[in-house]
């Protein structure tokens, strides 16, 4: 079951944006549930955990909508994000919560449709995400790659850090693999991975901060970014971005 959260103080807004919501064509009552919050502290308290899509009001009383999907983030990493308002334009600091979509309210009907059928797309396709194998000591692992937060080059291998969001965590918080970094990167790239240094690979959705010197993950550990690999390294953070977070 796929799990949509709208949070609007505004009532009007709320139901507006469900009624949408239902009559996307991508939209299937069968595996989806929407759920409506009139507050960001009410939809932190409840289900933060259990979001695949959440659409957030920008200006809500008590917890504005990036204060809500800041804290929906400290552990939840996959749900897609868009942010909605008619008045609050976006801000440096919102990428640090990877919205995926901005929605103005007051804008064409049919431009918010066509952005609503895009986050339904893209929350399906973050459901069937790919995942990698990887060996360690004679045990294979098939590991969803956003389990992943980041990769480290070791002498006979990779040791492969995961998010405490993984299923895994608990009995491995690090799998030392034996297969190269090198080779795990030529399949890792393409699904949102970057090298801010040659021993590192890192996932870029769960980069927490970012400077132009070094990043912190979302487990808090800082990476450096080294002098040879910083501008293909920002250049391939502003890459990702710019491709998920578009004005509707």
Same mark, same amino acid.
């Not at 069968?30 to 920008?58: A, C, H, P, W």
């Not at 969803?144 to 492969?160: A, S």
């Given at each position: ?10 009532e009007?807004d ?8 239902? =009559?996307? $064509? ?28 959440? +659409? ?7 917890m ?30 919102? *990428?640090?919560?990877? $919205? ?33 194998? +990887?060996? =360690? ?6 590991? $969803? ?29 690090n ?14 790239? $393409? ?7 040659? =021993?590192?690979?890192?996932n ?25 690999n ?9 890459k990702? *971005? ?7």
């Amino acid at each position: 079951m796929f799990n949509i959260v709208i949070c609007d103080d505004s009532e009007i807004d709320l139901l507006q944006m469900k009624g949408f919501i239902e =009559s996307c $064509p991508e939209f299937d009552a069968r595996t989806m549930q929407i759920k409506t919050f009139s507050s960001g502290v009410s939809y932190i308290e409840e289900m933060k955990e259990n979001t695949d899509l959440l +659409l957030t009001d920008m200006q809500m009383e008590l917890m504005n909508g990036f204060e809500t999907a800041r804290e929906m983030r400290r552990i939840n990493q996959t749900a897609v994000l868009c942010f909605c308002s008619s008045v609050v334009t976006p801000q440096a600091e919102h *990428f640090e919560v990877m $919205p995926y979509r901005y929605i103005i309210k007051n804008s064409d009907v049919e431009r918010i449709k066509t952005t609503i059928r895009e986050l339904i797309v893209e929350m399906k396709h973050r459901k069937e995400q790919k995942t990698i194998e +990887l060996v =360690s000591d004679g045990v294979a692992f098939l590991v $969803p790659v956003n389990d992943i937060l980041y990769l480290e080059k070791q002498k006979h291998g990779t040791k492969v850090t995961l998010s405490v969001s993984s299923p895994l965590y608990k009995s491995y918080a690090n799998i030392s693999s034996r297969e190269k970094l090198a080779d795990l990167a030529e399949e890792l790239k $393409p699904e949102g991975f970057a090298s801010p240094h040659s =021993s590192y690979l890192v996932n870029i959705r769960k980069i927490f901060t970012i400077s132009n010197e070094s990043i912190t993950m979302e487990n808090e550990q800082i990476i450096s970014i080294s002098r040879g690999n910083k501008e293909n390294f920002h250049h391939e953070f502003s890459k990702y *971005f710019s491709k998920k977070y578009r004005r509707s």
